[in-house]
C-alpha cells in the first residue's frame, strides 16, 4: 500500500507563504500521478495543483486557476516527494490540503479527486486577513 504523509501546513497572515511537503512511500513514485486538492469547511473538496507524468521523463505542471501564478508543484523523486510552494496566500486559501497519487492519470482528469488512489490525511493551512 502507498501511504502519503503531508506536512508544512500552519498560520500565516495573508501575503504570507508556506511550502506544503508531501512524502510517499513506495518504489514507483517517479511513473505515478501526484496531485494537491484542499477543502474548507462546508465546502466541496477541489482541485489545486498536478504533476503528471507521461513517459520518457516527462512531468506536466497543472493547476486551477484560483491559485496559478501563486502557487508552484515540483516534485524530488530521489527524496519520493512533492511540494506544493505557497506564495502570495489569501484567506481564502484556508482550507485542509490534501495529497494524492495515482500510477494512472490522463491528460483530461487530472483534476477529479474520484481518479486518485491514494490519498494522505491532510495538513491545515489558515491564512488570517
Known amino acids: 500500500q502507498v501511504q502519503l504523509v503531508e506536512s508544512g501546513g500552519g498560520l500565516v497572515q495573508a501575503g504570507g507563504s508556506l511550502r506544503l511537503s508531501c512524502t510517499a512511500s513506495?518504489?514507483?513514485?517517479?511513473?505515478?500521478?501526484m496531485g494537491w486538492f484542499r477543502q474548507a469547511p462546508g465546502k466541496e473538496r477541489e482541485f489545486v495543483a498536478a504533476?503528471?507524468?507521461?513517459?520518457?521523463?516527462?512531468?506536466?505542471?497543472e493547476y486551477a486557476d484560483s491559485v496559478k501564478g501563486r502557487f508552484t508543484i515540483s516534485r524530488d523523486n530521489a527524496k519520493n516527494t512533492v511540494y506544493l510552494r505557497m506564495n502570495n496566500l489569501k484567506p481564502e486559501d484556508t482550507a485542509v490540503y490534501y495529497c494524492?497519487?495515482?500510477?494512472?492519470?490522463?491528460?483530461?482528469?487530472?483534476?477529479?479527486?474520484?481518479?486518485?488512489?491514494?490519498w494522505g490525511q491532510g495538513t491545515q493551512v489558515t491564512v488570517s486577513s
Open positions: 504533476m503528471r507524468w507521461s513517459g520518457g521523463g516527462v512531468y506536466y505542471a
Open positions: 494524492a497519487a495515482d500510477p494512472a492519470v490522463s491528460s483530461s482528469d487530472y483534476d477529479l479527486a474520484r481518479v486518485y488512489d491514494y
Open positions: 513506495g518504489r514507483s513514485f517517479y511513473s505515478y500521478a
